[in-house]
């Protein structure tokens, strides 16, 4: 295994994209953040990318980690990824609950263990630190646990999506070339889905409370709602992600966009993260348009 410091992290910097027919229903400027382009399908690659990459640098050549993930979903796949880009073995634990459609993926990318356990990521997650991460099941300190959202390298990696944003977007009329050329950053708004808070640093005292100058709007839609998100963005970009992320779309379009910028205008700029995901398929897509037909809400 080479150096950590000798292998490029395991993400990528993704475009911003400004969108013609979802600025028009929006009525303001949308600008979508790519995410789903980053190598395990969801913008999960950055930050269990950047706490795996961040570990490799520090830990022990003598006895290689080998990583250990409780997810049943993109966090794990995103380890798996990241694992495999620096030459590292990963195994997750997913609930039964996990689709073998994830499952699947799992072993496809790479996973060098991918075992089923409990009812709940709650119950898969206390079953892997028993078994593989306290101390008389890790002798050596090669097992590693990797936090699938609640650490502070996962929210710094999360948090390179909005230094790519200020400097791609546009700058604003008398600022200079970039939006990132001022202190302002160069957008009104970020929408973006937040489940288990890797999008908002994790945790629930910043949605409280936030830092000055930030205002934070909670939405809660439907899975129909969501779906319609999924659905407008794969007619939009001919891309896929899930429900997780399509809700972030129907958000930008839709009402409560107007409600949280009552000033909002067509020169208003929103960044909608498009995180992506991987439990989704054109089988899942083409599914939520007939439900959406035959009036699903």
Not at 178 to 198: K, L, M, P, W, Y
Request: glycine fraction near 10%; include cysteine.
């Amino acid at each position: 295994m080479g150096s950590a410091n000798d292998i490029q992290k395991p993400w990528i910097e993704t475009p911003l994209i400004e969108s013609a027919t979802l600025s028009k229903l929006a009525g303001c400027r949308i600008f979508l953040k790519m995410d789903l382009l980053q190598p395990s399908g969801s913008f999960k690659s950055r930050g269990v990318g950047n706490f795996i990459h961040a570990n490799l640098k520090s830990h022990s050549q003598t006895h290689p980690p080998h990583f250990y993930i409780s997810s049943g979903g993109n966090a794990g796949l995103a380890a798996v990824r990241a694992s495999q880009d620096l030459n590292c073995k990963c195994t997750v634990v997913v609930p039964h609950s996990t689709k073998p459609f994830m499952i699947n993926k799992l072993h496809q990318a790479g996973a060098t263990e991918v075992i089923q356990h409990g009812a709940s990521w709650f119950e898969a997650d206390t079953h892997l630190r028993e078994q593989f991460i306290i101390p008389e099941h890790n002798v050596d300190g090669a097992n590693v646990y990797v936090p699938p959202f609640d650490h502070p390298l996962v929210w710094e990696g999360a948090s390179s999506m909005i230094d790519e944003i200020a400097r791609q977007l546009p700058a604003r009329e008398g600022e200079g070339e970039g939006g990132g050329g001022t202190n302002a950053f160069a957008a009104d708004a970020v929408i973006c889905s937040v489940g288990g808070g890797g999008l908002f640093n994790g945790t629930f005292e910043l949605a409280s409370n936030p830092p000055p100058g930030v205002e934070v709007t909670s939405v809660v839609r439907s899975d129909a709602e969501a779906a319609r998100g999924v659905v407008l963005l794969a007619d939009e970009t001919r891309l896929q992600v899930e429900l997780a992320c399509g809700v972030s779309v129907e958000v930008a379009v839709g009402k409560e966009l107007k409600k949280a910028i009552p000033d909002l205008n067509p020169e208003t700029r929103v960044v909608v993260v498009v995180c992506g995901g991987s439990n989704v398929s054109a089988e899942i897509v083409a599914g939520y348009r007939e439900q959406l037909a035959a009036g699903w809400e």
